[in-house]
T-cell receptor, first 113, second 110 residues
């Protein structure tokens, strides 16, 4: 596709439920980020991949958060035992070059009730 | 901790006005500085990118400047239009990550 595709667009989860958020980057893009954006705030870094290697996961808030990109293309962000504070928009971005030309997806809005 | 601050948080102007959005950041180590636009329910659209060796970039009615020594960037929008209404985010890029401000929510009234 022409852009970064994220699914689902909206997810409502009951507290304690596990969720999986998917990101389909632009074909051939080696760099991939996940960001978390709380309401009224700027995005906060979660994790960074270069191809299939997770080079930085320092932004993951707890061990309930896990991200993978096994074949260097599609990435999944998994949140276990969701809590209300996990409610946010989760954004994915990809680029063919480090530091430049990042394309952001429209995000997945997660609401934990 | 690297922090990015944007002022004002919200701005409402009549159509046709020129306006300036401000961004300041701690730590002068910077690879590039980017300005993004975010429409409600949408992802981020990159508007301008200023490399650390540059002082400004221009695209149409938009002009962004960067002063690394003072840790500041400004986004200048000329002759604002209702279609410019959106949230504008600045982001410092360094060490393989973006550091975003909280954004300025702009409303341009017809």
């Amino acid at each position: 596709g022409a852009g970064v595709s994220q699914s689902p667009r909206y997810k409502v989860a009951k507290r304690g439920q596990d969720v999986a958020l998917r990101c389909d980057p632009i074909s051939g893009h080696v760099s991939l980020f996940w960001y978390q954006q709380a309401l009224g705030q700027g995005p906060e870094f979660l994790t960074y991949f270069q191809n299939e290697a997770q080079l930085d996961k320092s932004g993951l808030p707890s061990d309930r958060f896990f991200a993978e990109r096994p074949e260097g293309s599609v990435s999944t962000l998994k949140i276990q035992r969701t809590q209300q504070e996990d409610s946010a928009v989760y954004l994915c971005a990809s680029s063919s070059r480090v530091g430049y030309g990042y394309t952001f997806g429209s995000g997945t809005r997660l609401t934990v009730v | 901790k690297q922090e990015v601050t944007q002022i004002p948080a919200a701005l409402s102007v009549p159509e046709g006005e020129n306006l300036v959005l401000n961004c300041s950041f701690t730590d002068s180590a910077i690879y590039n500085l980017q300005w993004f636009r975010q429409d409600p329910g949408k992802g981020l659209t990159s508007l301008l990118l200023i490399q650390s060796s540059q002082r400004e970039q221009t695209s149409g009615r938009l002009n962004a400047s960067l002063d690394k020594s003072s840790g500041r960037s400004t986004l200048y929008i000329a002759a604002s239009q209702p279609g410019d209404s959106a949230t504008y985010l600045c982001a410092k890029y360094n060490f393989n990550k973006f550091y975003f401000g909280s954004g300025t929510k702009l409303n341009v009234k017809p």
